[in-house]
């Protein structure tokens, strides 16, 4: 059981290229979750999945896409990468309920330059 | 909209003292949830609080749910330097959730 896995751990843009991050879990939860964290600003919430094919806006969802074809996977895209999206992304899955234990990945950094 | 607000923001504390750390939220709150990331780590859930006024202790942490569930608070005791870290809150306002900007803890020998 490896919970919720993140790929790439590391990655380092240009600004305008565009990527996509992987998070997968193996708990069969319906709700997931991308998070972005910045120095001082806590976790804010780009967008959520409350099970497959369906997906919802967050907090911050300005210059991301994502997309839950599978159950166990949700994918965060940036078409054109700017400065301004320089972080850590964190990806988080829940059983059923927002109110439930959050169970995170490890995270991924992102640079863009 | 919902705000949650965390204080302080940084926590220097020597080793064996007490410290405490607040999360207040401006709308009232279905839950409240804490968590603690460690330097470079992810966050990893502590505790959940769900009923006015409720208290849950574990180990040397002591968490506590306000009664009109707007607020709550994180005592650790006899801290140790295994505590170093940043603890979140996360307040669930029927489906709205938001995490706290977190309180840096930096423990000294």
């Known amino acids: 059981n490896a919970g919720v896995t993140q790929t790439p751990k590391f990655r380092v843009l240009k600004t305008g290229q565009s990527m996509t991050l992987l998070c997968a879990q193996d708990m069969n939860h319906e709700y997931m979750y991308w998070y972005r964290q910045d120095p001082g600003m806590g976790l804010r919430l780009i967008h959520y999945s409350v099970g497959e094919g369906t997906t919802a806006k967050g907090e911050v969802p300005d210059g991301y896409n994502v997309s839950r074809l599978k159950k166990q996977n949700f994918l965060l895209g940036l078409e054109s990468a700017a400065p301004s999206q320089t972080s850590v992304y964190f990806c988080a899955s829940t059983p059923p309920g927002f109110g439930d234990t959050q169970y995170f990945g490890p995270g991924t950094r992102l640079t863009v330059l | 909209g919902q705000q949650v607000m965390q204080i302080p923001q940084y926590q220097h504390v020597q080793e064996g003292e007490d410290f405490t750390t607040y999360c207040n939220s401006s709308t009232t709150l279905s839950n409240i949830q804490w968590y603690k990331q460690r330097p470079g780590g992810h966050p990893v859930f502590l505790i959940q609080?769900?009923?006015?006024?409720e208290v849950k202790k574990q180990k040397r942490l002591t968490f506590q749910f306000g009664e009109a569930k707007k607020n709550s608070s994180l005592h650790i005791t006899a801290t140790q330097t295994t505590d170093v870290g940043t603890y979140f809150c996360k307040g669930d306002s029927w489906g709205k959730l938001q995490f706290g900007a977190g309180t840096q803890v930096v423990v000294t020998p």
């Open positions: 609080l769900v009923k006015s006024g």
